[in-house]
């Protein structure tokens, strides 16, 4: 590994003016490393310069993508606790009513902008259960982490001026979310995957769906119509 970063420090790249904003998970392979340098010079090339969000544990990574990082965001829980406690106090007094009822609990939308159904995906992935039936301790835990990452996001978009929000994965609450609050700020989500039975990675923008456990089927054909002319 250091004599790769040895190698990518000759590739370092100054800032640039248009700005991508690159969520990073999990640990990752080999391929999917090499996957991450190719797509982001390629980004280089093409005059974006990229800041990183990674989760704390992905300390390799971080060394890794600081050949070419603008900047590296890794969320502090306590102090974004700390920073946004009024607000999350204020939403769960607001939210109550969800709190006793699982469909209200998966109709949660705050400014706008649903969440309620990443909320859901990630509570049964964690707790490894089918489905919900009620709203449990555990699951208002899992409404203030949704509601921590969302202002958290917020914070960081509604004062950024990002063209592309990447993303490795459209759902869940660190995900999904990303790509409807990027939306909400006139950001373009797409999601990056990188395979290795085939050697390559793939690029699909996220069409985002209104209010998608109430319409499941319709597409908002406006916000569809916004990418006809999108070279990208």
Known sequence: MNDLLDFLQQYKTNNKTKKIFFSLSGTYSP????????????????GYGIDYFIGGSQNVMERLINFNSNKIFKIKKINNIIKYFFKIVFYNIKLLPSFFSIQKAFDIEIDGVYIGDYIYDEFIRTTNKPT????????ILSINKALLFYFYYKGIFSSSKYEYVFTSHYCYIRYGMIARIASKYGIK?????????????????????DDLN???????????NSYSKDLM
């Open 31 to 46: 391929w999917q490393i090499f996957h991450v340098i190719v797509l982001t010079k390629s980004l280089n090339k093409k």
């Open 132 to 139: 919900v039936s009620n709203v449990t301790i555990r699951y």
């Open 189 to 209: 989500p797409i999601y990056y995957e990188s395979f290795c039975d085939n050697g390559g990675f793939k690029l699909v923008k996220l069409y985002l769906k």
């Open 214 to 224: 109430k319409v499941v089927n319709r597409i908002n054909t406006t916000f569809v």
